[in-house]
């Protein structure tokens, strides 16, 4: 039994994956922290529905207001208003939107070295089952010489 042979020991020696929500947390700026609770607030229903509540409001108060019309139809005070609101609200949705896109690349790679150090640690353990199976083999065949001799 002599020609048994394991592989060493593998060493547990990689860089420790570090959570992403934290990091990029810390690193955020005002304005990033502004311009993804401005994207959070404009792209949810009760947005929406409070908009929608005050354009129906707008333009009924000007379709019957007795004494003075502010914003007589065509509404051109409101769409200047609703224009100025998409000319802001779009740069920084796209910034938003390009945060999330760079923390999506930044979790592929977190990803692609958690598959790695998997990987590695998979062929480790395909080794040391193989050198379990031939220890095994060896055993087995002096179990059999052993049996063959009484």
Known sequence: MSGLHFPKP??????????????IAEKRTFGQKASDGIAE???SWKFLIIQSVL?????ALNIVAY??????????????FLSLQAAYTA????????RKAERDRLEAHN???INQKAEEEIRVIMEHLSAQ????????KVLNDLKAKN
Do not use: R
């Not at 593998?10 to 570090?18: N, R």
């Not at 004494?67 to 200047?80: G, R, S, T």
């Open 10 to 23: 593998y060493p547990h020696d990689h860089v420790q994956i570090k959570d992403l929500n934290e990091i």
């Open 41 to 43: 607030i404009m792209g």
């Open 55 to 59: 354009l129906v409001f707008w333009i």
């Open 67 to 80: 004494i003075k019309h502010w914003d007589p139809y065509p509404f051109i005070l409101l769409n200047l």
């Open 91 to 98: 740069p920084v949705i796209m910034m938003s939107q390009n």
């Open 111 to 113: 990803d692609f070295l």
């Open 133 to 140: 199976d031939n220890a095994l083999e060896e055993i087995h």
